[in-house]
């Protein structure tokens, strides 16, 4: 290697030095403009999560309060959280401010999740092998008439869906055509197809089960037309007929003293006072009196109760200020009257809530009520031979204030209006046992199709033995449908699973509706209130991730 001369070693380290020199002055101006583009384009980042989680903060909270409060109280809502904030975390005050509940941005929301949740109810509804209606109409505000529409169907892995369909006004007549026109344009919006119908529940109006021109009759006749052969039924709510048979219980003459007696204490204002008074002096475990509803049948066996509790004092209360009705709460034979018709009442009231279970079969229900017959029996019987053990207030009375025909009398009557009633769904009893009972039910009287398949389920031994720990439906969904053997079976229990056996779920829906269109708001529009209302019941959730990705985040909205 060649030797340097000194002045040559002075000019390289020069010449390393300024290359040296010049590279890092690129690498520091690109290491500066490159983190400046970091931080700018994390920047851009952070402010776009954060409109974000402001716009979906939004759209959450309209979907928490959106049956509860008008669209004018998202602004009061967001002031009451600005005070708290201002109080906790004052810093994060801005990202508060940033989230829009005026009452136009409040609408507007609603609508679209709204529209997102009846995409996801259509393709739910296009999966269903079969399906019911369950049809029921009221009058709410302003006098309008509005029909409410619920299906429950049946997918082939044999998932169960009950769902509210739409809330229809109608805004002049309410004949059987008026309504089967209703239903018919519901079934063109959400693309259902009719020839998978197996059921129509009604509460038994004329207008919708009429021969001819209810609105049942009509839709099955159009089915007919459209060349779909299964058979629809026609089945008036069970829960609505157990509350007229109830009415047979009622001993006339006891409870129109009841509900007078009643009346006259709570309908003044001194009166009712001066009871409660009363009934805190004598230490009353109970201290109010209930009001009578003639349409909730509920009201009834709470009303007999309390009055039943509270006998003396309100026959002292009676006295006291010369009422009507003091005489008989001194009647030992009439208060053996009103005990007879509490327990009566509230052996009902047990049917009824039993009836009234959430996503309940229509074979449970039948089962209650066949249950309920034979209790009527055995307690005629009972009650015969001069025996109480199921009705605890009529036995604490004196056997001489018990008159026993009248006893036997009302079970009797009360018997005889349960077996004239439920003509919709007795004729469906078979069919039932075949879902409840399989491997109990008698192989020739099936029909023709499903013959061979229950006898080779009837001799699996292994599928019997799980039977006994497992509910029909888990049974038929957890272990005989993965075999693919029993088709025609498992078609069977898709029809009697898909059937509604009340129109409770209507009755629920007519209770939200007159509290969300309330006197304060009745102008609510049709679309806003139908919209409030499949929200805040539907089991479907609005796919807020999707309206965040096709929506352009203005927080200033």
Not at 27 to 50: C, H, L, M, P
Not at 391 to 410: E, K, S, Y
Not at 467 to 481: I, K, M, N
């Amino acid at each position: 290697m060649r030797k340097l001369m000194p002045w040559q070693k002075l000019q390289l380290e020069d010449q390393l030095y300024h290359i040296l020199q010049c590279r890092l002055r690129t690498y520091a101006r690109q290491s500066i403009d490159q983190f400046t583009t970091v931080g700018r384009n994390r920047s851009k980042y952070w402010i776009k999560e954060r409109i974000w989680n402001e716009y979906k903060a939004g759209f959450l909270e309209h979907y928490n309060f959106v049956c509860v409060k008008p669209f004018t109280d998202g602004d009061f809502i967001k002031e009451c959280i600005l005070v708290v904030i201002d109080s906790l975390c004052p810093e994060k005050r801005s990202a508060f401010e940033s989230v829009s509940l005026s009452p136009r941005t409040v609408c507007r929301r609603i609508e679209k999740m709204s529209d997102s949740m009846n995409d996801s109810l259509k393709t739910c509804c296009s999966n269903f092998d079969a399906f019911s209606f369950a049809l029921d109409e009221s009058t709410g505000m302003k006098d309008t008439a509005r029909l409410a529409i619920f299906i429950r169907g049946v997918t082939a892995a044999l998932q169960v869906y009950e769902e509210f369909l739409q809330l229809v006004p109608l805004h002049g007549t309410t004949t059987g055509q008026d309504i089967f026109d209703a239903v018919l344009q519901c079934v063109k919006q959400h693309s259902l197809d009719l020839s998978r119908l197996v059921c129509v529940t009604t509460d038994g109006d004329p207008a919708m089960t009429g021969k001819k021109k209810g609105a049942a009759s009509l839709l099955v006749r159009h089915c007919e037309a459209a060349g779909h052969n299964q058979p629809i039924h026609k089945v008036h709510c069970i829960i609505h007929q157990e509350s007229l048979c109830s009415k047979s219980a009622n001993l006339t003459d006891v409870m129109s003293v009841v509900v007078k007696v009643v009346n006259s204490i709570l309908s003044r204002s001194l009166n009712h006072r001066q009871f409660q008074t009363l009934t805190d002096e004598v230490n009353a475990h109970y201290g109010v009196l209930l009001y009578f509803c003639e349409v909730r049948w509920l009201s009834h066996g709470a009303m007999l109760s309390r009055v039943c509790d509270l006998q003396q004092e309100i026959a002292t209360f009676l006295r006291q200020k010369k009422l009507p009705g003091a005489d008989h709460f001194s009647n030992l034979q009439w208060l053996a009257r009103l005990a007879l018709l509490t327990d009566i009442t509230t052996h009902l009231n047990d049917l009824n809530v039993k009836l009234q279970d959430k996503n309940i079969l229509v074979t449970d229900m039948y089962s209650h009520i066949t249950a309920f017959e034979v209790k009527l029996r055995l307690w005629e019987a009972q009650l015969a031979a001069g025996q109480f053990m199921h009705f605890p207030r009529t036995a604490a009375c004196a056997p001489d204030d018990v008159d026993l025909n009248t006893c036997v009398g009302v079970v009797t009557s009360l018997g005889e209006e349960f077996a004239s009633r439920f003509t919709g769904v007795r004729p469906l009893a078979p069919g039932f046992k075949l879902f409840t009972s399989p491997f109990d039910f008698p192989v020739d009287e099936a029909p023709a199709p499903l013959q061979m398949e229950l006898v080779e389920l009837q001799c699996n031994d292994e599928l019997k033995a799980k039977y006994r720990t497992a509910s029909p439906l888990t049974f038929f969904r957890d272990l005989v449908l993965p075999s693919n053997k029993f088709l025609n079976y498992i078609e069977h229990v898709k029809r009697i699973v898909a059937m509604f056996g009340s129109i409770y779920c209507c009755e629920q829906l007519f209770s939200k509706m007159k509290y969300t269109k309330s006197r304060i708001r009745s102008q609510l529009s049709d679309n806003h209130l139908n919209d409030i209302l499949l929200l805040s019941t539907s089991s479907i959730d609005p796919d807020i991730e999707s309206l965040l990705h096709g929506k352009q985040h203005q927080p200033s909205h």
